[in-house]
């Protein structure tokens, strides 16, 4: 068990690397809507998805169902929630707690499961610290989400994917080659999964309920799902407080 532990906190280290461009945050007095249209968030798109819709017109929708400018814009967050990990091949949780500060390109994550796991990640916007050496976090603005807001800059590509049941997909490359597929609900454009490669190991994210804050879609419950030689991670996150375009000191980012 203890080995687990050990491969489990490394996982993890890189599943919160992955989590925090996903923008997950609680809305105060909206209810779950399971990615379905409802009354609290609007559905409609500046883009009518169809069979044929070309793949920048199913990122078009998707980044508008996501909030638009509203979303594009935002300053800072902090996520503040709980948590469920499971070693490969366990259907045994380790429960925790997360916190999770983004500003611009920086972010802090830290992740407590006592006795097992304790640990804290740093990225200053060009370097990263993690409480368990040799473990590298994503760089936040080049996977997941955060790309959904760039793809009409340059060197930015989006090319078509396969659909996945009743889910259309594409993909957004960056000028670096750094790639994020993503799959939207053929009805409202919102992102219900998206999956992105990092040195190695596959990253995916698939979300479970949404909530309107502030005029951003975001998501409430989510989990991810890490593949490694060692089997497949996963971690299921609820989150229970938040707080948008507040100002972040540099203190908390600091490399230590």
Same mark, same amino acid.
């Given at each position: 068990?203890?080995?687990?532990?050990?491969?489990?906190?490394?996982?993890?280290?890189?599943?919160?690397?992955? %989590? $925090?461009?996903?923008?997950?945050?609680?809305?105060? &007095?909206?209810? =779950?809507? *399971?990615?379905?249209?409802?009354?609290? #968030?609007?559905?409609?798109?500046?883009?009518?998805?169809?069979?044929?819709?070309? /793949?920048?017109?199913? %990122?078009?929708?998707?980044?508008?169902?996501?909030? &638009?400018d509203k979303f594009?814009?935002?300053?800072?967050?902090?996520?503040?929630?709980?948590?469920?990990?499971?070693? /490969?091949?366990?259907?045994?949780?380790? =429960?925790?707690?997360?916190? #999770?500060?983004? %500003?611009?390109?920086?972010?802090?994550?830290?992740?407590? %499961?006592?006795? +097992?796991?304790?640990?804290?990640?740093?990225?200053?916007?060009?370097?990263?610290?993690?409480?368990? =050496?040799?473990?590298?976090?994503?760089?936040?603005?080049?996977?997941?989400?955060?790309?959904?807001?760039?793809?009409?800059? =340059? &060197?930015?590509?989006?090319?078509?994917?396969?659909?996945?049941?009743?889910q259309r997909g594409?993909?957004?490359?960056?000028?670096?080659? *750094?790639?994020?597929?993503?799959?939207?609900?053929?009805?409202?454009?919102?992102?219900?999964?998206?999956?992105?490669p990092y040195k190695?190991?596959?990253?995916?994210?698939? *979300?479970?309920?949404?909530?309107?804050?502030?005029?951003?879609? $975001?998501?409430?419950?989510?989990?991810?799902?890490?593949?490694?030689?060692?089997? +497949?991670?996963?971690?299921?996150? !609820?989150?229970?407080?938040? !707080?948008? *375009?507040? /100002?972040?000191?540099?203190?908390?980012?600091?490399?230590?």
């Amino acid at each position: 068990m203890g080995k687990d532990l050990g491969t489990l906190s490394m996982a993890l280290c890189l599943i919160v690397g992955a %989590a $925090i461009v996903s923008y997950s945050q609680d809305s105060k &007095g909206a209810q =779950p809507d *399971n990615g379905k249209p409802g009354a609290t #968030i609007a559905a409609v798109t500046t883009v009518t998805i169809t069979a044929t819709s070309p /793949p920048l017109d199913l %990122a078009r929708a998707a980044l508008a169902a996501q909030g &638009g400018d509203k979303f594009k814009n935002l300053k800072s967050m902090v996520l503040i929630g709980s948590v469920d990990l499971y070693p /490969p091949n366990s259907a045994q949780s380790i =429960p925790g707690k997360f916190a #999770i500060v983004v %500003a611009g390109d920086r972010v802090r994550v830290d992740i407590s %499961a006592p006795p +097992a796991i304790s640990f804290k990640q740093v990225f200053d916007g060009q370097q990263s610290y993690s409480s368990i =050496p040799g473990v590298e976090m994503p760089p936040a603005s080049k996977f997941g989400l955060a790309v959904l807001a760039k793809f009409e800059q =340059p &060197g930015h590509k989006v090319t078509a994917l396969p659909d996945k049941k009743k889910q259309r997909g594409f993909r957004i490359v960056d000028a670096e080659g *750094n790639t994020t597929d993503f799959y939207i609900d053929a009805v409202s454009g919102r992102v219900m999964t998206y999956l992105s490669p990092y040195k190695g190991y596959t990253f995916g994210v698939e *979300n479970k309920t949404m909530k309107e804050l502030e005029g951003v879609l $975001i998501a409430y419950s989510f989990t991810q799902r890490l593949e490694m030689a060692q089997g +497949a991670f996963f971690a299921e996150y !609820k989150v229970k407080d938040v !707080k948008l *375009n507040q /100002p972040i000191g540099d203190d908390v980012f600091v490399l230590q």
